[in-house]
């Protein structure tokens, strides 16, 4: 018997690289795409944007997936809405209205965000799928965007279509524009004496729900393999913890002593939401998933790769 055949958008990225090894071990044949070569161990890899039709629908005809997962995204939400809109929720209209034709079948997981909530009163955390959407920053917007096509196609078309919220994924391999791995690599620069013992850090008072990237991806499998179509599912450890204490913790596992907290204005973000904490309980139920790294042992391995990195490029 033929093994299933997974396929992946952005499988060069930082979610991508950790869904595709997933994937393997768990036994999927796995092709990908991304915008631009790059190596991707395990999975063959195509080259192309998703506003190529044509050769979107030609690899697909090609791979004939089982299961799709849809991960390619922008995700600066400082970058002009057209630009957000035209990524986000136009190629994932162009990619599920080609998967629909080339490969009706197919299981499809939605990548979405937590960011689509917004603001939520304290009265009603932990957030729930069925938490209105209050998107704060233009990402966001896209990401609601993305996900009502995501329905549609559902609601229209009887495409086998499921959406993730992931809430803060972190992990090895992370961009440094992300929380953990800016503070990783500044504490690893630090320790290999490339700047000065100061840590430059943005808002530390809010409160934010890591999952680690392993876990987020093992997730996205089981919904693609065990979700109900139409449904969203948030992804998420359903524990807080304040960036500040989450600088401590790596701080506490850096390799020199009096390393020294600055503000920078610069890394602040408009329309910051003070806390974000989410209910893992429908993903839970419905596909036995539950968090096995721990918040310390991502940090170790955030720090682990950050070290390799700089090791590297010495």
């Not at 050769?55 to 390619?72: G, W």
């Not at 630090?190 to 680690?212: C, K, M, Q, S, Y």
């Amino acid at each position: 018997m033929a093994h299933p055949t997974a396929f992946v958008t952005g499988a060069a990225g930082f979610c991508g690289r950790h869904l595709v090894a997933d994937l393997q071990s768990a036994g999927y044949r796995v092709a990908g795409l991304d915008r631009a070569a790059s190596s991707c161990p395990g999975a063959a890899l195509y080259v192309a944007d998703l506003d190529q039709q044509d050769r979107l629908q030609a690899i697909l005809a090609e791979v004939r997936p089982d299961l799709l997962f849809h991960l390619a995204a922008l995700t600066d939400p400082r970058l002009r809405y057209e630009e957000l809109h035209y990524v986000n929720a136009l190629g994932t209209l162009s990619l599920l209205d080609t998967a629909r034709q080339v490969c009706p079948a197919a299981r499809v997981l939605i990548a979405s965000t937590s960011a689509v909530y917004g603001r939520v009163p304290a009265g009603r955390l932990p957030i729930d799928e069925d938490e209105p959407f209050h998107p704060a920053n233009l990402y966001a917007v896209s990401k609601v965007a993305q996900e009502m096509i995501a329905y549609q196609h559902f609601a229209a078309h009887g495409l086998a279509v499921i959406r993730s919220r992931a809430f803060n994924l972190t992990g090895p391999g992370e961009s440094p524009g992300f929380v953990t791995s800016a503070f990783a690599r500044q504490i690893v620069e630090i320790e290999a004496g490339r700047r000065p013992p100061i840590i430059h850090v943005g808002n530390l008072d809010t409160v934010r729900d890591f999952v680690d990237v392993r876990d987020a991806v093992r997730a996205y499998r089981l919904l693609a393999e065990q979700g109900e179509p139409g449904t969203a599912y948030n992804v998420c450890s359903g524990r807080g913890v304040s960036i500040r204490a989450l600088l401590d913790a790596l701080l506490e596992l850096a390799r020199v002593p009096g390393i020294v907290v600055e503000p920078d204005p610069g890394r602040l973000q408009p329309a910051d939401v003070p806390i974000s904490v989410g209910s893992s309980h429908e993903l839970c139920t419905t596909a036995g998933w539950s968090p096995t790294v721990s918040l310390e042992q991502t940090l170790r391995d955030v720090l682990s790769h950050w070290r390799e990195h700089v090791e590297k490029e010495s």
